[in-house]
């Protein structure tokens, strides 16, 4: 089961390091303005960033692998971050926003009484909220 989920989180790892390329460069090449499935990737980085550090806290996932998959997410927002930011002509993003960010995102998906983060679950395992 853990053997599986790091398989699951790998495979996905390397399945965006494969694709994002791609799509950067068929933007490249279309020329087009940032489209709004950059909101789609900075989401889907950062709510993966989330699931990370729960796995991490879990012990589901080594400290090098929590390093190197949290580092791809990161880039993966920042990069999403970046061209959002560029459509609204506004300063370039910190990390001190992507953290922001990413705390937005974990509190979204933690309990609102507890704090306690609730993953796929809809109710709160401590506290019932
Ligand atoms: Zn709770």
């Not at 399945?15 to 090449?29: E, I, S, T």
């Amino acid at each position: 089961m853990i053997e599986f989920a790091i398989v699951g989180v790998a495979a996905l790892a390397i399945l965006v390091w494969v694709v994002a390329p791609m799509l950067r460069g068929a933007r490249v090449a279309r020329r087009s303005p940032a489209p709004p499935a950059a909101i789609d990737r900075k989401t889907t980085a950062l709510s993966a960033i989330v699931d990370l550090e729960e796995e991490r806290a879990l012990g589901k996932l080594a400290p090098p692998d929590f390093e190197t998959l949290r580092a791809n997410y990161e880039a993966e927002a920042l990069a999403a971050l970046r061209e959002l930011t560029t459509i609204a002509a506004a300063p370039q993003p910190s990390d001190e926003e992507l953290e922001a960010e990413i705390a937005e995102m974990r509190a979204s998906l933690a309990c609102p009484r507890c704090g306690l983060p609730l993953g796929a679950a809809s109710t709160c395992s401590q506290c019932d909220a």
